[in-house]
């Protein structure tokens, strides 16, 4: 499986990102796609998930109402955008796929097994 994961970027508070990840290697519209980000020196945490489908999505709470997952199956494609973004959302951003067809993402990080290298996300005060 690989994933490769664009978008990132430096912007000033308040901006936005549309982040996007291109996944081969796995029957995309079987899965469970999602998020999760690392910023320096903090561990790796659940950001967003989507459904196989699409049809529902899972956040964190502290990105509720300013972030929002999506997911193109046709393009193998899963995005993430980062709306009214803060300081604190500086991280490295990482693409994930699940393992299982139609379950769920985990959403702690010990317990995914794919990763896309990440990228990253500078947000300025």
């Known amino acids: 499986v690989q994933l490769q994961a664009s978008g990132g970027g430096s912007v000033q508070a308040g901006g936005s990102l549309n982040l996007s990840c291109v996944t081969s290697?796995?029957?995309?519209?079987?899965?469970?796609m999602g998020w999760f980000r690392q910023a320096p020196g903090k561990e790796r945490e659940f950001v967003a998930s989507i459904s196989w489908g699409g049809g529902q999505t899972n956040y964190v709470d502290s990105v509720k109402g300013r972030f929002t997952i999506s997911r193109d199956n046709p393009k193998n494609t899963v995005y993430l955008q980062l709306n009214s973004l803060k300081p604190e959302d500086t991280a490295a951003y990482y693409c994930?796929?699940?393992?299982?067809?139609?379950?769920?993402?985990?959403?702690?990080?010990?317990?995914?097994?794919?990763w896309g290298k990440g990228t990253l996300v500078t947000v300025s005060s």
């Open positions: 290697g796995v029957t995309f519209n079987k899965y469970y």
């Open positions: 994930t796929c699940g393992t299982l067809a139609y379950a769920p993402l985990p959403t702690r990080g010990d317990a995914i097994v794919y």
